[in-house]
């Protein structure tokens, strides 16, 4: 009995490190992977969208977005390539990326920000529409080019779609 408790004790302590190194082993291979869900992953991607606004029978605006990443609280998107059309004043404006707050209808354009009309192209980093007070501004730097004309400043905002207010380091050419 006693050669047995011995042969026992042999063999659980040369097994032991035998077990140790293997899990050892298998934590190392399979730390690194992280899973391919995650609860706190959670949100919705939608591609190559196009949404149409109408008010009544007329076409207000026009959003052409190839990625849309719909946030956790149901309120926001993250845009990327974006082309906003609006068709009453002819303005086209393009994106790299934005952000929608779909509570309040705000949208936010950054990254290489570019707009043209009939008359004018403009560029700015960065452009903050707010429908709600009909409000376009440009917090970042603004250039304004027409045919006749260009004109830069560090911010600028259009007022109700009449007016362009550009401030800051204005300088206008006319030629």
Do not use: C
């Not at 302590?13 to 190392?28: E, N, Q, S, Y």
């Not at 570019?114 to 250039?143: N, Q, W």
């Amino acid at each position: 009995m006693i050669k047995f408790i011995m042969s026992a004790k042999r063999l659980l302590l040369m097994l032991l490190p035998a077990v140790t190194l293997f899990l050892l082993l298998l934590i190392l291979t399979f730390r690194d992977r992280t899973p391919v869900y995650s609860a706190k992953m959670q949100r919705s991607v939608i591609k190559d969208v196009t949404v149409y606004h109408f008010r009544g029978e007329s076409l207000q605006w026009r959003a052409s977005i190839d990625e849309a990443i719909l946030a956790e609280n149901g309120r926001d998107a993250y845009l990327r390539k974006i082309s906003l059309f609006y068709p009453e004043k002819k303005l086209t404006l393009l994106s790299e990326d934005g952000y929608y707050n779909m509570k309040e209808g705000d949208i936010r354009l950054s990254r290489h920000v570019r707009g043209k009309t009939e008359d004018f192209v403009f560029m700015s980093p960065e452009l903050l529409y707010v429908p709600s007070k009909r409000i376009i501004t440009a917090s970042k730097g603004l250039e304004v080019k027409g045919k006749n004309f260009t004109i830069e400043g560090d911010r600028g905002r259009i007022i109700k779609s009449r007016t362009l207010e550009v401030e800051g380091n204005v300088k206008a050419t006319f030629y």
